[in-house]
């Protein structure tokens, strides 16, 4: 079974600051998606960014970054020049060709000011 | 279109009784997810819908849940007989299905055992 793991329980960083959350996963599949999550204290989760693993390029948005490793099955995400409203917790998930996705533990980040 | 939609919010039972949520999906979503959340935890997946075809239940569905997505617009996941380790925040996601679409999720339904 494919699996998510974030051995990150908590981090911290100063406002202004960089970032970065770790993701491994284990599949045995060739082509998946991989997708960082995040979720509020208001309960909604909501997408950051996603990574086709066909794709060598790493994907950006805004300050937001991926590392995606593929032989090393790592997808760590950089969230750069942090802000106060970043904080939330954050969950790595990784889509299987049955389409549903698969979560990690998360990671709680707090911005300190 | 205002998003994913879950009503209730909050849901307080007693243990023995049954429950019943809804979700309304995106409209033109064709796929829709039923997933669990205990505190500090990972969602964890429940079932999954493409239009009104039931396609996978988790293991963790056992007996006492059922959930359905009649003519493939709304869905229901009912609890009967509920118990305490039922409580948990209970999500409803929906994606149009195509390529790396992510899922839209909605606020979830948080619901209490007593």
């Known amino acids: 079974a494919q699996t998510v793991t974030q051995s990150q329980p908590e981090m911290s960083v100063q406002e202004a600051e960089t970032v970065t959350l770790s993701c491994t996963y284990d599949?045995?599949?060739?082509?998946?998606?991989l997708f960082w999550y995040k979720q509020p204290p208001s309960r909604q989760m909501i997408l950051v960014i996603r990574?086709?693993?066909?794709?060598?390029q790493n994907a950006t948005e805004n300050r937001f970054s991926v590392n995606f490793q593929k032989a090393a099955k790592s997808f760590s995400l950089k969230i750069s020049d942090s802000q106060l409203g970043d904080a939330a917790m954050y969950f790595c998930?990784?889509?299987?060709?049955?389409?549903?996705?698969?979560f990690g533990q998360g990671t709680r980040l707090t911005i300190n000011p | 279109d205002t998003g994913v939609s879950q009503d209730p919010r909050h849901k307080i039972t007693k243990r023995g009784q049954n429950v019943t949520f809804r979700c309304d999906p995106i409209?033109?979503?064709?796929?829709l997810y039923w997933y669990r959340q205990t505190l500090g935890q990972g969602p964890e997946f429940l079932t999954y819908?493409?239009?009104?075809?039931?396609?996978?239940k988790s293991r963790l569905l056992s007996d006492r849940f059922s959930a359905e997505r009649p003519k493939g617009s709304f869905s229901t996941l009912e609890i009967q007989r509920t118990e305490q380790g039922d409580s948990a925040m209970y999500l409803c996601?929906?994606?149009?299905?195509?390529?790396?679409?992510?899922?839209?999720f909605g606020s979830g339904t948080r619901l209490t055992v007593v």
């Open positions: 996601a929906s994606r149009l299905g195509q390529g790396s679409d992510g899922y839209t």
């Open positions: 599949t045995s599949e060739s082509d998946y998606y």
């Open positions: 990574q086709e693993a066909y794709k060598q």
């Open positions: 998930a990784y889509r299987t060709g049955a389409q549903k996705l698969v």
């Open positions: 409209s033109e979503h064709n796929r």
């Open positions: 819908f493409q239009n009104e075809a039931q396609l996978e």
